[in-house]
């Protein structure tokens, strides 16, 4: 448990320049800060939080109650940011207060320095971490859905309104696919993207093969009860399938939608 | 498209404030604009829940839900703005904000330190609506708010696929999801457009709208302190980015999930009310009992965002309350907080019992 516990910290931590400015923002606060209630928010609270984490009989508790892998929400109780935004300014804010001997320049001098300062300590701060819109998973977005806008034009294409269809799609659109329309259904979704799941389709190791195999996808398809099948255009493909009864419905964003008329789509009201 | 703007911004910035309008006499600065808005919205979620999770268990349809919430927001409504008009009536005026009335009377470094902080906050605004995030997480809190809006059913069916399944009781005792379905249905905008780019502006603006209150209770005085805490704080979120698990990363990234409304909104919305009661107990004032209400709903809300938020509530308000009642001798404070954190007792007794 308590190894567990330390490599979700390590992890949480990433570099850890930000935590060590919050242990020492946690021992300067210690020393400084005068007022009780602050200190007991911003000092006692995350050591008791620290503590608590760290407790071997603690952590089996939590563990066994929720997902050992959400344990490092309870570092969410260290509020990192606040108390070294709150350790700043209370260091400036008593070396500004400090009486400066000498006239109207000797001020513009130390008010001068102290921007500096600020200045410095941002710099150290923005260095210390990372900057959130570099994240690689930040694209931009392609439409009012932040969704791809491949999906859009794909569902759009195969949806019919009133009803649902059962259509697969490639590993790299399932997780956007429910997210823009429940009307299209999947034999199965994102949860083949996270390996320590271990889940398993033989419909999915057939699309995402490097050849796909006409003969086989045909069968998983048809036994999955799917209306579309939808593949990227430049997927090898091995036999043709109209052999196999399918209709090219469209090509759209560099993917080829396919229906098997094997699975009846009749649409509500409609004879 | 407008008509949907404005009816979202009816429901998650008019109500809210109205509702806020209850707890206006509970601290100091609780009567500003910025307090009422947060502290509404807390209310309205802690309403949410109270209404959500029994139907959800009971097998109903979203639409008993979304029904029921919305007479609850009304009623809420009404008598916010009841208790408001009797106010006025004996003389009390109504908070305004203007950006005029906010610069004036202000030093240069002060109003150049503000600036820079709202030019900061607009660009995260712009990024917010102009990026999106790819999270594979959204594939399943999303499509379950697309899912229960289309359907009507709650947590019956694999949000993943659309393949019916038995009730999911883990994630239905936090069904913030179906918050997002609830403004969905009410505007009439598509569920994924109000979960990936409304939500984020507004979850986000809500954040720093706590941050503020926060940093006001810390440096009450005018000056440069206020804005230059909160451009520190603006630089921690933005350079927040060290691991994909803190709390800054959650609220710049996944806003739309309940689990980064529990780190960014609820739990530093839950240090500000600690901090206030804190305050009252150094200078031995009475704590009035809309506080431990809104403890309360900083307490259901977390249960609303996320499972494990009642734990972490309970470990905030316990350690907090502790520590406060040995270090200015009011134990008598520890009862009434205890009180406040029973609806997340009750949430992980039934989560543990449904899991079991």
């Known amino acids: 448990m308590w190894s567990e516990a330390l490599n979700l910290f390590r992890e949480y931590m990433g570099t850890g320049l930000l935590t060590v400015w919050f242990v020492l923002s946690l021992a300067y606060l210690w020393v400084r800060e005068k007022d009780e209630s602050v200190r007991i928010l911003f000092v006692y609270m995350p050591v008791v939080v620290l503590l608590l984490y760290f407790n071997p009989l603690f952590a089996e508790l939590v563990f066994r109650m929720a997902e050992e892998e959400i344990y490092y929400r309870i570092l969410w109780l260290l509020p990192v940011t606040l108390v070294n935004a709150y350790t700043v300014l209370h260091i400036f804010g008593q070396a500004w207060g400090r009486q400066t001997a000498g006239g109207k320049k000797a001020r513009l001098k130390k008010g001068f320095a102290c921007g500096g300062a600020v200045l410095g300590m941002g710099a150290v701060l923005a260095v210390s971490g990372s900057y959130v819109y570099s994240n690689p998973n930040f694209v931009k977005a392609q439409n009012f859905y932040h969704v791809p806008d491949s999906v859009v034009h794909i569902c759009d294409a195969i949806v019919v309104p009133g009803r649902e269809v059962m259509a697969v799609f490639p590993l790299e659109l399932v997780q956007y696919v429910r997210q823009y329309t429940p009307l299209v259904c999947m034999p199965y979704g994102r949860e083949m993207m996270v390996e320590r799941w271990n889940y398993d389709s033989d419909l999915c190791t057939a699309m995402e093969a490097e050849e796909v195999d006409m003969e086989e996808l045909a069968a998983l398809v048809r036994q999955e009860d799917c209306h579309f099948c939808i593949l990227r255009a430049d997927k090898v493909i091995l036999g043709d399938p109209k052999d196999y009864g399918w209709i090219l419905v469209d090509e759209i964003d560099g993917y080829v939608i396919y229906r098997d008329p094997a699975r009846e789509l009749t649409v509500p009201g409609r004879k | ?356």
């Open chain 2, 1 to 356: 498209m407008a008509v949907q703007l404005l009816i979202l911004a009816l429901f998650l910035l008019v109500v809210p404030v109205l509702a806020g309008s209850i707890f206006a006499r509970t601290d100091r600065g609780s009567g500003s604009l910025l307090f009422r808005w947060v502290s509404g919205q807390f209310l309205l979620w802690m309403g949410f829940q109270l209404i959500c999770v029994p139907l959800i268990l009971r097998e109903r349809s979203f639409g008993n839900v979304s029904a029921l919430f919305l007479g609850y927001t009304a009623a809420l409504a009404l008598l916010a703005s009841a208790a408001e008009i009797r106010r006025l009536a004996r003389g009390a005026s109504l908070p305004a904000w203007s950006l005029g009335r906010f610069f004036r009377g202000r030093q240069p470094v002060e109003a150049a330190l503000w600036l820079l902080f709202w030019g900061l906050f607009l660009f995260q605004m712009v990024q917010a609506v102009r990026l999106a995030y790819a999270d594979g997480d959204d594939a399943y809190y999303v499509a379950v708010s697309v899912l229960t809006e289309e359907s009507g059913t709650m947590y019956q069916r694999i949000p993943y696929t659309g393949l019916t399944t038995g009730l999911d009781t883990r994630h239905s005792l936090a069904p913030f999801p179906l918050w997002i379905s609830f403004l969905s249905r009410v505007s009439g905008m598509r569920t994924v457009s109000v979960a990936q780019v409304v939500l984020p502006l507004v979850l986000i603006a809500m954040a720093y709208a706590v941050f503020g209150l926060l940093g006001r209770r810390l440096f009450p005085e005018k000056g440069w302190k206020l804005p230059l805490f909160m451009l520190f704080v603006e630089l921690g979120v933005i350079f927040g980015d060290y691991s994909i698990y803190t709390v800054e990363n959650f609220m710049i990234a996944r806003s739309r999930q309940g689990k980064a409304a529990l780190g960014s909104i609820v739990l530093p919305f839950l240090f500000l009310v600690l901090l206030g009661l804190l305050k009252k107990l150094q200078e031995k004032e009475k704590i009035p009992p809309s506080m431990y209400l809104l403890l309360g709903a900083a307490a259901v809300s977390a249960c609303l965002c996320s499972t494990l938020g009642a734990l972490i509530v309970c470990m905030g308000v316990g350690i907090v309350g502790i520590l406060g009642a040995v270090s200015y001798k009011r134990p008598g404070v520890l009862a009434p907080m205890a009180l406040s954190c029973l609806p997340c007792v009750c949430y992980a007794l039934l989560y543990l019992f449904l899991e079991g």
